[in-house]
């Protein structure tokens, strides 16, 4: 099959991968997938599906809506949604068997529903260890626990989980993580004291997943690694084991020369300084490239290339240099793939991080579905080193089996 002009290429095969190679590493700590935000920009259901296959015992989502459409979707997995307001559907989510996280507030509604219901929810009490985001503080933590121990009584709830979110994982040395620890187990400690002993302590996002055995408890939750993003600023996806699973593509929309001096893009905040060819990129901020990013990297028939001045709406412009062989409708791949160039890479470009370049892609990019392991070795049986082919053929081979999705957001 072709490629749409312009296409988020999702390695189902490489979500799986991911997902093994980190439960390798918490084993014998469940692994619950964060599937949120369309699963990080690569198609809800598709990243439940794959994240599944490659053996994820839970699925979690931000909101209560995300989680109803992976049922709609026909997913029966344990499913856990941890952010709400007032005017969540509370009971959509018992109905629909979907365990809600809770940090005070949401304990009466929630009970209200089960009531309503006859049917007790699943709640997993959340701590604010340090975060200052959600979850209880812990000097509000016994009264939580308290109630949430009256309820239970009561047989409005089953307090399935007590869980905290990590602030500065992704920095292994910092000292707030033994911090956090601390608070985690204390809090734990607490519960106890009012009889509330969950069957899973959750706590660990990938950096800790990867980094700190000490946070892994009953299970971690993990989300950008399983989408083959490193969550270290020093590391690579590749270091760590992990594949990339999205390939951001498209073809060069023109070539031309232009002299010395030629301003480019809006703001002309650019100038060529010797005559160059100027290719023109036809993904803009609308599809989700950040229009802060200077001299972010692209790949075309093999070799790198870089932005030159404002990213556009829909378009942006790389510098060719004088002599250059790039046609028009010459295949790119702006990050991702066998490109060596990683999400990552356009965030330091963009002062942001990967996951907002990945999770970010916009509606107007279709997906398209592919399973590269089933067309070629899995990279773990690979001997390291080894010369992958033409990149751009093995991609054409690949998509024999694509899927194009429909944007679902
Ligand atoms: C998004 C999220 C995660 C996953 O974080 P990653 O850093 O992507 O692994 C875990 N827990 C909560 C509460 C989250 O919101």
Redesign the pocket.
């Known amino acids: 099959m072709d490629l749409p002009e312009r296409a988020a290429i999702i390695d189902a095969s490489a979500i799986a991968h991911n997902v093994r190679t980190i439960a390798n590493y918490v084993r014998p700590s469940k692994v619950l997938v964060?599937v949120?935000a369309d699963g990080y920009g690569h198609g809800l259901v598709t990243a439940a599906h794959a994240a599944l296959a490659g053996g994820a015992d839970w699925l979690?989502a931000?909101h209560i809506a995300e989680a109803l459409e992976l049922r709609a979707a026909g997913i029966d997995a344990p499913l856990l949604a941890?952010l709400h307001t007032r005017t969540s559907d509370f009971a959509a989510a018992l109905e629909a068997h979907i365990d809600l996280g809770a940090s005070g507030w949401e304990l009466e509604h929630i009970a209200e529903a089960a009531n309503t219901l006859h049917e007790p929810a699943r709640v997993h009490l959340k701590v604010d260890t340090g975060l200052g985001r959600n979850g209880a503080t812990m000097s509000h933590w016994p009264e939580v626990v308290h109630r949430a121990a009256e309820l239970q009584n009561q047989g409005l709830i089953s307090v399935e989980g007590v869980f905290t979110?990590m602030a500065v994982a992704d920095e292994p040395d910092r000292r707030e993580t033994d911090e956090q620890l601390a608070a985690f187990r204390e809090a734990l400690a607490v519960a106890e004291e009012h009889g509330v002993v969950p069957d899973l302590r959750h706590m660990a996002?990938?950096?800790a997943a990867l980094s700190r055995p000490d946070a892994h408890f009953d299970m971690v939750?993990?989300?950008?690694?399983v989408y083959g993003q490193s969550?270290f600023a020093d590391r690579t996806a590749a270091e760590l084991g992990l594949k990339p699973a999205m390939e951001l593509r498209t073809t060069v929309a023109n070539v031309k020369h232009v002299p010395a001096g030629q301003g480019v893009s809006y703001g002309l905040t650019h100038r060529v300084e010797t005559p160059t060819h100027l290719g023109l990129i036809p993904l803009g901020y609308a599809d989700g490239i950040p229009r802060i990013a200077v001299g972010a990297p692209v790949l075309i028939g093999g070799r790198r290339y870089y932005s030159a001045g404002r990213v556009a709406m829909d378009q942006f412009v790389v510098d060719l240099g004088e002599h250059t062989e790039v046609q028009v409708g010459d295949e790119v791949t702006v990050f991702g793939g066998d490109s060596g160039i990683e999400a990552a890479d356009w965030g330091a470009a963009a002062g942001t991080i990967n996951?907002e370049i990945i999770t970010r892609i916009g509606t107007r990019v279709p997906r398209v579905v592919i399973n590269a392991a089933s067309d070629r070795p899995d990279s773990a049986e690979t001997p390291a080193g080894a010369v992958t082919s033409d990149p751009m053929r093995k991609v054409s081979r690949r998509l024999a089996d694509a899927t194009v999705q429909e944007p679902n957001r």
Do not use: D
């Open positions: 964060a949120k979690g931000a941890w979110h996002n990938t950096p939750r993990v989300g950008v690694g969550p996951y």
